[in-house]
């Protein structure tokens, strides 16, 4: 995989019990501030499609634990077709960076179709990248999941933490459906599981390094990518 140097951000992830999340949150509220994206609820709906190759290499290598591999995915927020998100996130060890551009729905749902010509004539690098590795790796759509997130800034190190619960993924392997607003799912790791993602550039400052020591345990090799394509037990298209 090639990798070029990027603005990296590290990446934590804890899993949280319900009871944690709110003892924990109580305490970032009074330190960060919430995310002007998740206003008025103070949260919002993310719904991901992911890509994998037959030979599932995505999966293996975070099961793996790898130290450097990538995902290619879709995104919406709050069952919104606009924007929809296109992105390559590239994990290297703690690190993460992630290159993403806005498509049109139409253009997305050519991608699910693995309608991808038109993309070998895209302008955007990330674009044409993605379609140079559908036709060496056979890239397709490989799980669909949903959850919800409460988001919390702070502004040194450009730090944001977030909380993802009500984790779910659909039961059905039709992509087509990524845009309809009720879809047949199946919730993943219990309905008062949290997980809990700490974003930083440099270092995490001392009120929230203070707050995470006294609060959670050990940081934890979690994905929700990989979770969800477990809990469905089965690893094919």
């Avoid at 790898?66 to 927020?77: D, E, F, S, T």
């Avoid at 749902?109 to 038109?118: A, S, T, V």
């Avoid at 490989?142 to 993924?169: G, K, Q, S, W």
Wanted: proline residues 5%; positive net charge; charged residues 30%.
């Amino acid at each position: 995989m090639e990798v070029r140097r990027r603005h990296l951000r590290y990446e934590l992830k804890y899993l949280l019990s319900f009871i944690q999340y709110q003892v924990l949150r109580k305490k970032i509220r009074a330190v960060l501030k919430i995310d002007p994206y998740a206003e008025p609820m103070g949260y919002y709906h993310v719904r991901t499609l992911y890509f994998d190759d037959p030979k599932n290499s995505a999966y293996f290598e975070k099961a793996s634990g790898a130290g450097v591999r990538q995902k290619y995915r879709l995104r919406i927020y709050n069952l919104r077709d606009k924007p929809v998100k296109f992105e390559r996130k590239v994990r290297i060890y703690n690190c993460v960076f992630k290159e993403s551009e806005v498509i049109e729905r139409e253009e997305a749902e050519k991608i699910m179709k693995g309608d991808i010509c038109f993309l070998a004539s895209s302008e955007i690098p990330l674009l044409k990248r993605f379609y140079t590795e559908c036709r060496l790796n056979l890239l397709r759509p490989a799980v669909l999941l949903e959850y919800l997130r409460e988001p919390y800034i702070y502004p040194v190190c450009n730090v944001r933490v977030t909380f993802d619960f009500n984790l779910r993924t659909s039961i059905t392997t039709r992509p087509l459906r990524f845009f309809e607003k009720d879809i047949p799912v199946i919730t993943v790791g219990g309905d008062k599981t949290v997980i809990m993602e700490v974003k930083y550039d440099d270092f995490i400052p001392d009120p929230i390094w203070k707050l995470l020591s006294e609060e959670v345990g050990l940081r934890q090799a979690l994905g929700k990518f990989a979770l969800c394509r477990e809990a469905k037990g089965v690893l094919i298209f």
